[in-house]
């Protein structure tokens, strides 16, 4: 029996290696793996130029401190800079803790405001993380249950709502910022329209409050540009990002521009081992390796072929909702539970996910090819019309 502590309802798989979009587990059997280990494997498994840098700055340094400058951490961040056209980050360890780091940033920006008790407006249906900040944070009871009290300091409301917000703020003197998720992940794959998120930014600036956007799922590529929030046509204060950053290795990174720029200073924030010289050199090889592979057009293109080859095998099956996304962030939501696909994608060589109890989520690594992505719709939608009785 197992000593790891019971906080996952595991598969009865174990895998032994990867490459590129397959990976094998240990008796042998062969998967396409279309979750990424949910957004993460970007460059899917065993990347050559991934492995060929790691291994590299292993052999040099895994780690110094950040009492110390690290070169790749600042490369790291004056390449995030530049692709999202904020002015500086925080480097930590995850999507939780870049999220944690965002809420200290508002809370902090309120109080310099004289603010005594600074309030973030979040969404309902939002996920940004297990600790217990980023916990209260997020729209889901689920996940809260049994871990009350929460802490204090949020609002909710409606994802897509302008009108509550608008509400929130003529009786709430407290708000600092707005916290949302572009496309919400764990909430099951909900997009909202551009003019949404344009009036969310419009409301920040009229009342001086931070645009907090939560890019660890949908950030580093997924929706077919680096950040969700270009598809939306808005600039964030912060951004936070974690998952695909490393493609594998573990990191987070909060980015700050606008009002939030400058606020931190020594003593505010620390991680021991956020930004590295490994976890950089990683996610400095992701990025390159997305560049020169144009795997941000490969996203949009290979996601639309996914959308509209579902569109095609499900038109017409009774049960199928809606079928929904941006690249290679997708949906397919059905009219009942559909946990037990999961394991019955397993024992076909596939590797989904279900979230939000009714919808299948797709976050295929950014390397998919249009015949991985064929493969994919040719063997998961018969599953989808068994279970559906059609």
Request: aromatic share 6%.
């Amino acid at each position: 029996m197992s000593h790891v502590m019971n906080t996952y309802a595991r598969l009865p798989v174990t895998f032994s290696h990867g490459k590129g979009c397959r990976i094998t587990d240990t008796e042998g059997k062969e998967y396409l793996d279309a979750l990424s280990g949910i957004a993460v494997s970007t460059l899917g498994h065993a990347h050559p130029r991934l492995v060929e840098a790691i291994a590299a700055q292993a052999g040099r340094m895994l780690h110094t401190s950040n009492l110390y400058r690290i070169r790749e951490q600042e490369q790291l961040a004056d390449k995030l800079a530049g692709l999202s056209g904020l002015q500086e980050v925080f480097f930590g360890n995850s999507g939780a803790e870049a999220n944690e780091a965002a809420i200290k940033l508002a809370r902090f920006y309120g109080h310099k405001k004289g603010i005594e008790l600074p309030t973030i407006i979040v969404m309902e249906k939002s996920f940004h993380g297990r600790t217990m900040a980023t916990l209260s944070a997020t729209g889901n009871y689920k996940v809260q249950a049994g871990f009350e009290p929460l802490v204090a300091g949020f609002v909710r409301v409606p994802y897509g709502d302008l009108e509550a917000i608008r509400a929130v703020a003529e009786h709430n003197h407290h708000i600092v910022a707005v916290m949302l998720e572009v496309i919400q992940g764990e909430g099951g794959i909900h997009l909202a329209d551009p003019a949404y998120y344009q009036g969310v930014r419009e409301i920040c600036d009229a009342h001086e409050w931070l645009m907090i956007c939560d890019e660890v799922q949908c950030g580093m590529g997924r929706t077919g540009k680096w950040f969700g929030f270009q598809q939306a046509g808005v600039q964030p204060d912060v951004a936070t990002l974690a998952k695909g950053l490393g493609s594998g290795v573990p990191i987070g990174a909060c980015l700050a521009g606008g009002r939030a720029a400058g606020l931190f200073g020594p003593g505010n924030h620390g991680s021991t081992f956020g930004g590295n010289p490994l976890a950089c050199t990683a996610a400095l090889t992701t990025i390159g390796v997305m560049e020169q592979d144009g795997l941000l057009a490969n996203a949009a293109t290979v996601g639309a072929l996914i959308r509209q080859l579902f569109g095609e095998a499900l038109a017409g099956v009774a049960g199928v909702v809606d079928i929904r996304g941006h690249g290679l962030m997708i949906g397919i939501e059905l009219d009942r539970p559909c946990g037990a696909l999961v394991g019955k994608a397993l024992e076909a060589g596939l590797l989904i996910n279900v979230t939000g109890d009714k919808i299948i989520r797709l976050l295929p690594p950014l390397i998919f090819s249009e015949n991985d992505a064929r493969e994919l719709v040719d063997r998961s939608a018969p599953l989808i019309k068994e279970f559906l009785g059609a």
